[in-house]
């Protein structure tokens, strides 16, 4: 199965529509230093445990730093028979573009 990706535009257009969900597979303190407003954390080393929190209509968005952990995340729960898209550039592009990020450990 490949593997969709969107860019930071992209994802920004998803999210001010209905139903656009981000989780980030970053570390905590990653997380917790500067996420993208409303999204999620399922770190990627948990991610084989919450598979379920994944699976929903449209397919989530995952997020990491830079779209690497994001892709491996992806990776595994499309062997899993979940659709999920990888944000390329992560988190840092979408800092990089001037948009907001929240910090501390809630979502928004």
Avoid: K
């Avoid at 990706?5 to 570390?27: F, H, M, P, Q, Y």
């Avoid at 954390?41 to 989530?60: G, Q």
């Avoid at 595994?76 to 948009?99: C, F, K, P």
């Amino acid at each position: 199965m490949s593997i969709r990706e969107v860019t930071v535009d992209e994802l920004e257009v998803a999210l001010a529509s209905a139903g656009g969900r981000v989780i980030d597979v970053r570390e905590e303190h990653e997380y917790t230093e500067g996420h993208v407003p409303g999204a999620v954390l399922i770190a990627l080393s948990t991610v084989a445990e919450h598979v379920d929190a994944f699976r929903s209509d449209p397919a989530p968005y995952v997020i990491c730093r830079s779209g690497a952990r994001s892709m491996q995340a992806c990776q595994h729960l499309a062997d899993q028979g979940i659709e999920a898209v990888n944000v390329a550039g992560g988190t840092m592009a979408w800092m990089m573009s001037g948009r907001a990020v929240v910090s501390g450990d809630q979502p928004s």
